[in-house]
């Protein structure tokens, strides 16, 4: 839910102009600094030579986060979020794959269940369309960064300890953010962005995205439940499409103008996407 709530406030700076690059930094600085304190829970750099592991799901914590917020820059909320939640069958693909554990057949019931969810998800009222192809090509490939970036810190964090792996993880995501400014500054030649307006929305998403980071990766740091993690997780597609539905006009949300068939196809399909996910949990 905090991560929903963060959503809609950059959602919000985004249509009062915020750029979509400096949101990228603003974030990524925030979460870079939030993790910092986590050096308390100790650890050891087990060597320079391995420093290459937190520097490359850095770059794909990078990678996820500009998708995302991409994705929210053109699209809807009640559309992208949802889409992410295919990030639990990739996550248990990946782990499959890279730390062994056994597929079982349930996944692909699952993904038939997510294929049917994203059509369902593509409903737009005729003539109005908000980018919704593009909004789920982006998120798809931000559920697909941040899955293979879950599955990677509960491979390579145990040997550093949790108290080192995030905290320089996420020094790294600081430090590859600042390479992200020519892009905007590029992007916004000659046009003036970022007003005043933006700037509480902004920072109010930035601390949402922080603290959501926190409790979910910290969490697979630490117990090494990668996919059950997801699991819950995952439920914020659900949440997104109620809270656009019932709280949207809070944050000037205009997605409750699409009309309340469009809403509710995608809390149909927000609702396959949650079957798929509990299919996963019991396979």
Excluded at 183 to 196: D, E, I, K, L, S
Excluded at 201 to 215: E, K, P, T, V
Aim: glycine content about 10%; some cysteine.
């Amino acid at each position: 839910m905090v991560y929903v709530v963060g959503v809609l406030l950059l959602k919000r700076a985004a249509d009062l102009g915020a750029d979509v690059w400096r949101t990228v930094r603003v974030c990524n600085f925030a979460t870079a600094l939030s993790f910092a304190p986590l050096v308390l829970l100790g650890g050891t750099i087990p060597s320079w030579q391995l420093c290459w592991q937190p520097a490359f799901v850095a770059l794909l914590f990078v990678a996820g986060q500009v998708c995302v917020l991409l994705a929210l820059n053109v699209g809807d909320v009640s559309v992208a979020t949802p889409v992410l939640g295919i990030k639990i069958i990739l996550v248990a693909l990946l782990t499959t794959a890279l730390i062994g554990d056994r597929m079982s057949g349930a996944l692909w019931t699952a993904a038939f269940l997510s294929t049917a969810a994203i059509a369902l998800l593509n409903l737009s009222r005729p003539g109005e369309h908000h980018h919704v192809g593009k909004t789920i090509l982006l998120s798809a490939l931000a559920a697909a960064a941040f899955a293979l970036f879950d599955v990677l810190v509960q491979k390579w964090s145990p040997p550093w300890g949790a108290g080192r792996f995030l905290p320089v993880m996420m020094a790294f995501v600081g430090a590859f953010s600042f390479t992200l400014r020519p892009f905007g500054m590029r992007q916004n030649a000659g046009n003036q962005t970022n007003p005043p307006a933006a700037g509480g929305w902004l920072a109010g998403g930035a601390a949402c995205f922080a603290l959501q980071a926190i409790m979910i990766i910290t969490s697979i740091a630490l117990y090494g439940q990668v996919t059950t993690a997801n699991v819950l997780y995952s439920s914020r597609g659900l949440w997104s499409v109620l809270a656009v539905w019932l709280a949207g006009h809070w944050f000037q949300n205009r997605e409750r103008h699409h009309g309340p068939r469009v809403l509710a196809w995608r809390l149909i399909g927000a609702g396959l996407l949650m079957a798929a996910i509990l299919i996963c949990l019991i396979k």
